[in-house]
């Protein structure tokens, strides 16, 4: 799937001069400047690596429609043009007009910045509380997964209701209605459902790619790992889900489940004959 970016890499240097997301060609033409996507790499070093952070990236870029280059990076390899391009840098990491950009809120930022409308959509949330909801439920899992005692310890049931509450707060704000989607003439007696497909509307946000990635290696690993699946009785972010996995942004920049599994501490993946 991720292509390799090998060539030319070398020769990116980064300039004092303002940067320009645009050149001109001999007749007039805006042309765009290359933009570099460097992400995780998976267990083989080519496929795409479960690396919450690179995914969210590559959505980024992909949903603002722009010509973009992406290669995945192994850090154990050698290679000599990455490695001169990257030097100690982990991904993901992106080049932008030139500049080396590692911190991932700066890199969506940046990108935010220079593609902006008409040309590029914007992917910032027009709600605010579509910012913050649901980011504590990366850290719950996190614990959740880590926990190394007897699966029968109350202190592992206590880490799984901790994640369930985490996970209800984002099902409970999926099924209320936005601002702009409140009928006013409503019976005020019979409570309005949201049935907006993102968190943000009907059209992915930056909130979407911080938040998918990290449902889809809650729900691979519980299920491989864990013993663990989301409540059913969150339909909302079942259906989130479902109507994601059929937006190629997300779908295609997965990593395969395998590699989530791998990554948690499950077997290595078998050689694939594809690299996505």
């Given at each position: 799937m991720a292509e390799s970016i090998v060539q030319g890499v070398a020769d990116l240097k980064t300039s004092d001069d303002e940067p320009e997301p645009f050149?001109?060609?001999?007749?007039?033409?805006?042309?765009?400047?290359?933009?570099?996507?460097?992400?995780k790499a998976g267990s083989d070093s080519e496929c795409i690596g479960c690396c919450p952070f690179s995914q969210r990236l590559f959505m980024i870029l992909w949903?603002?429609?722009?010509?973009?280059?992406?290669?995945?990076?192994?850090?154990?390899?050698?290679?000599p043009q990455i490695n001169d391009a990257l030097g100690s840098v982990n991904p993901p990491v992106l080049i932008f007009n030139g500049e080396m950009l590692t911190d991932n809120q700066k890199c969506e930022d940046y990108i935010e910045a220079e593609l902006y409308p008409p040309r590029y959509p914007r992917l910032a949330c027009k709600h605010s509380n579509s910012n913050t909801v649901g980011n504590d439920i990366f850290a719950k899992f996190s614990a959740f997964a880590k926990f190394r005692g007897n699966p029968n310890d109350p202190k592992r049931e206590g880490m799984r209701k901790k994640?369930?509450?985490?996970?209800?707060?984002?099902?409970?704000?999926?099924?209320?209605p936005l601002d702009d989607e409140i009928d006013e003439g409503a019976d005020d007696n019979e409570p309005q459902r949201s049935s907006r497909k993102f968190i943000d509307g009907n059209t992915m946000t930056i909130a979407?790619?911080?938040?998918?990635?990290?449902?889809?290696?809650?729900q691979v690993t519980g299920r491989a790992l864990l013993n663990y699946e989301i409540p059913h009785s969150f339909d909302a972010i079942y259906r989130y889900l479902e109507t994601s996995f059929g937006m190629p942004e997300f779908r295609e920049t997965c990593p395969h489940?395998?590699?989530?599994?791998?990554?948690?501490?499950g077997r290595k993946p078998k050689a694939r004959s594809s690299k996505h």
């Open positions: 050149t001109v060609n001999e007749s007039g033409i805006e042309l765009e400047k290359p933009i570099f996507l460097f992400i949903l603002k429609g722009v010509v973009f280059n992406v290669t995945t990076v192994d850090k154990t390899k050698k290679v994640l369930d509450q985490a996970l209800s707060k984002l099902n409970d704000y999926l099924l209320e979407d790619c911080n938040m998918l990635p990290k449902l889809n290696m809650i489940d395998d590699e989530i599994v791998y990554f948690y501490g």
